[in-house]
T-cell receptor, first 111, second 113 residues
Framework: GENVEQHPSTLSVQEGDSAVIKCTYSDSASNYFPWYKQELGKRPQLIID?????GEKKDQRIAVTLNKTAKHFSLHITETQPEDSAVYFC??????????FGSGTKLNVKP | DAGITQSPRHKVTETGTPVTLRCHQT?????MYWYRQDPGHGLRLIHYSYGVKDTDKGEVSDGYSVSRSKTEDFLLTLESATSSQTSVYFCAISPGGGTYEQYFGPGTRLTVT
């Protein structure tokens, strides 16, 4: 929604390449920045999150970076594999009483 | 997957009928949420609960009501279903207390004819 903007809406990469998805938010008070992965026909699942006191967090091939000044955070997937193909959502909360998901990025990893 | 179930998993109903969806958790988490997911709109929050009998509206609450009489159950009611409420409905839970990650149920596919 307008409270969080996610880009791109679709992303196609060759297996082994990297993928980057970015979300921009509006409220500087936000301090929790997760990413969710949703495979076709399945429920969304948390894959990585970061809090505002750190700038980057890595977990194997995925990482999240945060730029609080510019109010955006990004998901980075390296060495992409076909099983990374899914829809990815960012999430933002304002004062922990407003909750918004980004519109989603459909990632297609071509073998 | 966290201990969270939804019932029914699929439902077809007619316009104007009432419908209640149930979310049940065994994690004793404080927060529970109802989202709807539609093509082109991602996940949108309908209502959420931050404790027993404590609920608040989300982004798309019109036409929906909720109730939470005990920690483990969160009910979503469509008082008079409309075709625009055809969607996949996801329940989610989170612990609260400074921990905000959400865990989702398997979803309910609702079709209003």
């Amino acid at each position: 929604g307008e409270n969080v903007e996610q880009h791109p809406s679709t992303l196609s990469v060759q297996e082994g390449d990297s993928a980057v998805i970015k979300c921009t938010y509006s409220d500087s008070a936000s301090n929790y920045f997760p990413w969710y992965k949703q495979e076709l026909g399945k429920r969304p699942q948390l894959i990585i999150d970061i809090r505002s006191n750190v700038g980057e967090k890595k977990d194997q091939r995925i990482a999240v970076t945060l730029n609080k000044t510019a109010k955006h955070f990004s998901l980075h997937i390296t060495e992409t594999q076909p099983e990374d193909s899914a829809v990815y959502f960012c999430f933002i909360t304002y004062n922990f009483n407003k909750f918004y998901f980004g519109s989603g990025t459909k990632l297609n990893v071509k073998p | 997957d966290a201990g969270i179930t939804q019932s029914p998993r699929h439902k077809v109903t007619e316009t104007g009928t009432p419908v209640t969806l149930r979310c049940h958790q065994t994690e004793n988490h404080r927060y529970m949420y109802w989202y709807r997911q539609d093509p082109g709109h991602g996940l949108r929050l309908i209502h959420y609960s931050y404790g027993v009998k404590d609920t608040d509206k989300g982004e798309v609450s019109d036409g929906y009501s909720v109730s939470r009489s005990k920690t483990e159950d969160f009910l979503l009611t469509l008082e008079s279903a409309t075709s625009s409420q055809t969607s996949v409905y996801f329940c989610a839970i989170s612990p609260g207390g400074g921990t905000y990650e959400q865990y989702f149920g398997p979803g309910t596919r609702l079709t209003v004819t």
